[in-house]
């Protein structure tokens, strides 16, 4: 790989260089553990201090901090310095990534009927069933399954491992990570008699472009209509998108989030790790969840919701849960009690 300058990265991201634009630099770090030769970040004028301490070769900084940068050393300042690093770490990752080479591994086994384009990357012991359509550019990771019917965008990256089932969709740009089952059987059960009967899923998974998801994240097909993610969402490690969900564009969730059947979620909402949202609901555009939080009804009205039980010694806790069990006794009583006044 050729060598990298600070020259390069502002004619990559903009804004003004001040520094010698000749230095080289071999890696994107932090302040703490910078080197003459690293190029950092600050956004939150908090870390300051460790600005001044940091010896990195070049700090990206806001206007804010233009000065203070300068007092150091060299800086680029731009005028959202957290969306340039972000910016940064996609250019970096693309000068050193290992080129791909296109084309269908010996050991991968491809249905004659498949549609791989010639400069897709079909990995080793990857599986592509019947009328399957792979885009140009696409990647598929080592032993990853495409299943029958299923399209795959152009640019796509799927990771080892991944899981495409049948008659599922994704747009171009996409990026699945180890171990994603897209296409699994929604959890659909009939009660007949103390037993329960399956009740067989016959929709599919629809994801626009731009869309990434984490390891180890399921999104289940739907049980008649198709589940659908749209263009630009992100979905973090272990979440699980239940049958028939609906996420709207650019909605982000963190680790371990739960949808269950039916719900739409609006366009550029936020959902917290480890949120619960239960089926059937609407949550409209614009809505921020917090971590932990249980949603119960649906959300008509953008803003920031939070349904966290604060946590406390097992003692207190039990106290206070015994305590909100009485509430509405003690409402009833209030109420009386106004009304005698």
Same mark, same amino acid.
């Given at each position: 790989?050729?060598?990298?300058?600070?020259?390069?990265?502002?004619?990559?991201?903009?804004?003004?260089?001040?520094?010698?634009?000749?230095?080289?630099?071999?890696?994107?770090?932090?302040?703490?553990?910078?080197?003459?030769?690293?190029?950092?970040?600050?956004?939150?004028?908090?870390?300051?201090?460790?600005?001044?301490?940091?010896?990195?070769?070049?700090?990206?900084?806001?206007?804010?901090?233009? *000065?203070?940068?300068?007092?150091? /050393?060299?800086?680029?300042?731009?005028?959202?310095?957290?969306?340039?690093?972000?910016?940064?770490?996609?250019?970096?990752?693309?000068?050193?990534?290992?080129?791909?080479?296109?084309?269908?591994?010996?050991?991968?086994?491809?249905?004659?009927?498949?549609?791989?384009?010639?400069?897709?990357?079909?990995?080793?012991?990857?599986?592509?069933?019947?009328?399957?359509?792979? /885009?140009?550019?696409?990647?598929?990771?080592?032993?990853?399954?495409?299943?029958?019917?299923?399209?795959?965008?152009? *640019?796509?990256?799927?990771?080892?491992?991944?899981?495409?089932?049948?008659?599922?969709?994704? /747009?171009?740009?996409?990026?699945?990570?180890?171990?994603?089952?897209?296409?699994?059987?929604?959890?659909?059960?009939?009660?007949?008699?103390?037993?329960?009967?399956?009740?067989?899923?016959?929709?599919?998974?629809?994801?626009?472009d731009d869309v990434e998801i984490g390891s180890n994240t399921c999104v289940d097909r739907g049980a008649l209509d198709d589940t659908v993610l749209e263009e630009g969402v992100k979905l973090d490690n272990l979440i699980q998108i239940a049958h028939n969900v609906k996420v709207g564009a650019f909605t982000a969730m963190a680790g371990c989030a739960g949808v269950a059947g039916s719900t739409v979620i609006g366009k550029h909402c936020t959902?917290?790790?480890?949120?619960?949202?239960?089926?059937?609901?609407?949550?409209? *555009?614009?809505?921020?969840?917090?971590?932990?939080?249980?949603?119960?009804?649906?959300?008509?009205?953008?803003?920031?919701?939070?349904?966290?039980?604060?946590?406390?010694?097992?003692?207190?806790?039990?106290?206070?849960?015994?305590?909100?069990?009485?509430?509405?006794?003690?409402?009833?009583?209030?109420?009386?009690?106004?009304?005698?006044?």
């Amino acid at each position: 790989m050729a060598t990298i300058t600070l020259g390069d990265i502002a004619a990559h991201l903009g804004g003004e260089l001040t520094g010698d634009p000749l230095l080289t630099i071999d890696r994107v770090g932090p302040l703490e553990s910078a080197t003459p030769h690293t190029i950092s970040f600050i956004s939150n004028p908090r870390y300051q201090a460790q600005l001044a301490l940091s010896s990195a070769g070049c700090v990206i900084v806001g206007p804010a901090l233009r *000065d203070a940068a300068l007092a150091r /050393g060299a800086a680029l300042v731009l005028p959202d310095p957290y969306l340039a690093f972000a910016r940064l770490t996609q250019w970096w990752v693309a000068q050193h990534r290992p080129p791909v080479t296109p084309g269908v591994h010996p050991t991968a086994v491809v249905d004659p009927s498949a549609r791989v384009a010639a400069s897709a990357s079909v990995g080793p012991f990857v599986v592509v069933e019947a009328d399957a359509v792979i /885009g140009e550019g696409a990647q598929i990771g080592a032993h990853g399954f495409v299943g029958r019917g299923s399209t795959i965008g152009a *640019d796509t990256r799927f990771a080892p491992r991944v899981t495409f089932n049948h008659g599922c969709h994704i /747009g171009a740009r996409g990026m699945l990570h180890p171990g994603v089952v897209v296409g699994g059987d929604g959890f659909g059960f009939a009660p007949n008699q103390g037993r329960w009967e399956k009740i067989e899923q016959l929709g599919g998974v629809r994801i626009g472009d731009d869309v990434e998801i984490g390891s180890n994240t399921c999104v289940d097909r739907g049980a008649l209509d198709d589940t659908v993610l749209e263009e630009g969402v992100k979905l973090d490690n272990l979440i699980q998108i239940a049958h028939n969900v609906k996420v709207g564009a650019f909605t982000a969730m963190a680790g371990c989030a739960g949808v269950a059947g039916s719900t739409v979620i609006g366009k550029h909402c936020t959902i917290g790790g480890a949120a619960m949202i239960v089926g059937h609901l609407k949550i409209a *555009d614009h809505v921020n969840i917090s971590g932990c939080t249980a949603v119960t009804r649906s959300i008509s009205k953008p803003g920031v919701y939070t349904g966290l039980f604060p946590m406390d010694d097992n003692a207190t806790w039990e106290k206070n849960a015994a305590t909100l069990r009485n509430l509405h006794a003690l409402r009833d009583r209030v109420r009386a009690l106004e009304k005698k006044n």
